[in-house]
């Protein structure tokens, strides 16, 4: 079975521009979460979804938005970019979202904002 | 609150064993170990649960002790493949919202 993908791989953009990224889950898992990763540091949770539900959010501003779609797909979407938004995000997906459910994370997109 | 992990880095030789400890200041229900290799995704290795229990596949092994809210790692005659940054992802209630908080890591090189 193919793992959690996301699109695109790299992605360079400019300060007040808008960034979309995409994950697809592993097939038969419905919750997919977003974190992001600046170097040196722990992946930092952004938002859970689960059955087309945000199920959680993390500490960041209004310009990160998510969705997810019926066939469990996500995209997080940046408004606004600022220079430490650069960072590797991740995506991963589990079956329910549950507390004792295994996220397995895809290879993540790197973003650097010039 | 981010668990702390410990050591922040260590260098081991081929065979040779490491514990890496991660802390909460919060009364924990899952403790989650991912290794990551530079540039690449975190690999899950194993999850545990409050309840003091200790998991183990191969030579990693780990243990969560509920009351002390810490979690350890166990790495045993060690291989090159290890090499990499381990870390810690807690979750603090049943609530299933998914939301782990990482530690910062522990960077791990083992060489010949």
């Known amino acids: 079975d193919a793992g959690v993908t996301q699109s695109p791989t790299h992605l360079i953009k400019t300060r007040g521009q808008h960034v979309t990224l995409r994950c697809s889950p592993i097939?038969?898992?419905?919750?997919v979460s977003w974190y992001q990763q600046v170097l040196g540091q722990g992946p930092q949770f952004i938002f859970q979804?689960?059955?087309?539900?945000?199920?959680g959010r993390g500490n960041f501003p209004d310009r990160f938005s998510a969705r997810q779609f019926p066939n469990y797909s996500s995209e997080l979407n940046v408004n606004a970019l600022l220079l430490g938004d650069s960072a590797l995000y991740l995506c991963?997906?589990?079956?329910?979202?549950?507390?004792?459910?295994?996220?397995?994370f895809g290879p993540g997109t790197r973003l650097t904002v010039l | 609150q981010q668990p702390v992990q410990s050591p922040q880095a260590v260098i081991l030789r081929e065979g040779e064993d490491a514990v890496i400890n991660c802390s909460s200041s919060?009364?924990?229900?899952?403790v989650h170990w991912y290794r990551q290799k530079h540039g690449e995704a975190p690999v899950f290795l194993m999850i545990?649960?409050?309840?003091?229990e200790q998991k183990g596949h191969d030579k990693i092994s780990a243990s969560f002790n509920e009351k002390k809210q810490q979690s350890s790692l166990y790495l045993t005659a060690s291989q090159l493949s290890y090499s990499g940054t381990y870390f810690c992802?807690?979750?603090?209630?049943?609530?299933?919202?998914?939301?782990?908080?990482f530690g910062q890591g522990t960077t791990l090189q083992v060489k010949p």
């Open positions: 991963a997906s589990s079956r329910r979202g549950a507390s004792t459910d295994t996220q397995y």
């Open positions: 097939s038969g898992h419905k919750s």
């Open positions: 919060k009364a924990l229900y899952s």
């Open positions: 979804y689960y059955e087309k539900e945000e199920r």
């Open positions: 992802g807690t979750e603090s209630s049943s609530s299933n919202t998914g939301k782990l908080i």
């Open positions: 545990l649960l409050k309840g003091g």
